[in-house]
Structure formats: C-alpha cells, structure tokens
C-alpha cells in the first residue's frame, strides 16, 4: 500500500505541477514528511493521508487506488489496512474513488475503547455506514450517534467527525463514501 500510495501522491502532484514545498503548505504535512511518503519508506495515517489529498483537492481514494481491470475479487486478507489509534482501528479501501465512479467503499474494525477522528473530507462527502457488530459511537457537527449491529447511519463528511467503539465488542463496519 506504501507503494501505492508513493506512486500516486508523486503522479497528482506533479500531474497539478506542484512541488513539494508547495504542497506542503497547501496540506499542512511537512516537506520532509511528503519527501519521505513519495520515496515509498514514510507509513502515513489515515489523517495525513487526508490532509495531503484536501491539500491537492482531490478525493482521498486517489492516493490509493489500484490498477484497474474490469472485474475484481477482493480479498481482505490481501490488503494492508490504514492503521489509527496506534493500530486499535484499521481501515481497509476496498474499492478506492475513481474520476468515473465518485464512491469509495470500505471496511473498518475498531476494537473496544478504539478512537478515531477524521479530518473533513471533500466538500460534499456523504458518509454511509453499515454496523455488522459491535457498538460504535459517531460524532459530527456536535451531535452523537450510537449505531448498532444492523444498523446503518448516513451522514456529513466533510465536517470534523469522530468514531469511537463504546461496547465491549471489536466492531465491523462497512462505509461508502460519495463524493459529488
């Protein structure tokens, strides 16, 4: 994923004629942090990974997408997970935004007492998401949420919003992002 992410942060900035420096101070991530990213040896959080893509005002899934082919198994076991709250939430892209499609679709785990915040995402960004266990809390725009298994919540993406696993359970969750 590294790789990846590598290859495509250096292809958009360079497609957006940015340099480094310039698109450090577009993102907030430090030049020597973006050098290190686009040599493949950084391992970026989901977090950074957001400010970089705000910062080239492009969807997030851009930085990660993966050749493409006209069908596709994915196999979880497969993908290296984004990892936040010191690997208690791990965030797997299992079919990244592309210019045609404008979703992503992911799935998460979050193990108990697990947190994460999100930074905005892009202007217009709705959020899906769908519980298959466990007990997760969602805050946005100063109000709360507690969504259980079976449960599903649609929701404003590109405000500041926190997940937070309130059970005793790891939760399992599936998120569609939309990005008009």
């Not at 210019?99 to 905005?120: C, T």
Request: aromatic share 8%; with cysteine.
């Amino acid at each position: 994923m590294n790789q990846i992410v590598a290859h495509n942060i250096k292809l958009l900035r360079e497609k957006n004629k940015l340099s480094i420096d310039e698109l450090s101070k577009l993102s907030g991530v430090s030049k020597s942090m973006l050098a290190q990213i686009e040599r493949g040896d950084g391992n970026p959080t989901v977090s950074t990974l957001w400010k970089i893509s705000n910062g080239m005002k492009v969807p997030f899934d851009a930085l990660t997408v993966r050749q493409k082919s006209p069908y596709e198994i994915v196999k979880l076991s497969e993908i290296q997970p984004l990892l936040e709250d010191e690997g208690k939430v791990k965030n797997y892209s299992l079919f990244p935004d592309d210019e045609n499609r404008r979703f992503a679709v992911y799935y998460l785990e979050l193990a108990p007492g697990s947190y994460w915040r999100s930074e905005p995402h892009l202007r217009g960004t709705i959020e899906f998401i769908t519980i298959f266990c466990g007990k997760l809390e969602i805050q946005s725009d100063d109000k709360s949420f507690i969504v259980t298994k079976d449960d599903s919540i649609r929701f404003k993406g590109d405000t500041i919003h926190s997940y937070r696993n309130v059970g005793n359970e790891k939760i399992a969750l599936h998120m569609i992002l939309y990005n008009p």
